[in-house]
């Protein structure tokens, strides 16, 4: 590489790296809300015993009339899925105004950093968390990020959600009507 490009590159390298960090930053929802864990199944196509024409009839569960008399089928109960790879939410939360949710509110899992200490030799820990906070069903909200990511605001018109993350590893979910 010629020696008149290298100052180039490496600043298009420290660009490149506060594009990512601020868009990271300007990112902090990771999952939507309200979808169901298992979804009802669809119901199964059976073909008719008789050997006519192949004609299929919609079959919902039972007993298939098509099926040897005195055999039905049986059902297993479903066990509980833990996902070993599942995120974990952060421990270190407090909830305050929590009579200030809304009626119907459905849970949404937001990325938060985690304060740093100020020797960069000392930060081998974490940098970001998961915290669970409840929102409005069905709406957008209006997000306001603020102190590098620290002060989250989401706002859903009558209902809004703060998310403060504190020096001193705390993070404080405030409900407000």
Known sequence: MPSYLKPWSV???ACAGVVCTSVVMAQPML???GAPYMEASPPMVMPPANSGPLQYET???GVNPGAVPGAEYQTLPIEPYMDAHAPQLYQNVVYRDVRKIHPHAVPYLV???LPQPRNPCLSCGPTCALVKICVPPCKEPCVKVRLFGHKLKYDFGKYEVD???RRDGRVIVDYDR
């Open 11 to 13: 600043l298009a390298v």
């Open 31 to 33: 999952f939507a809300p």
């Open 59 to 61: 079959y919902y569960g």
């Open 111 to 113: 990325q938060v950093p």
């Open 163 to 165: 998310v403060v993350v």
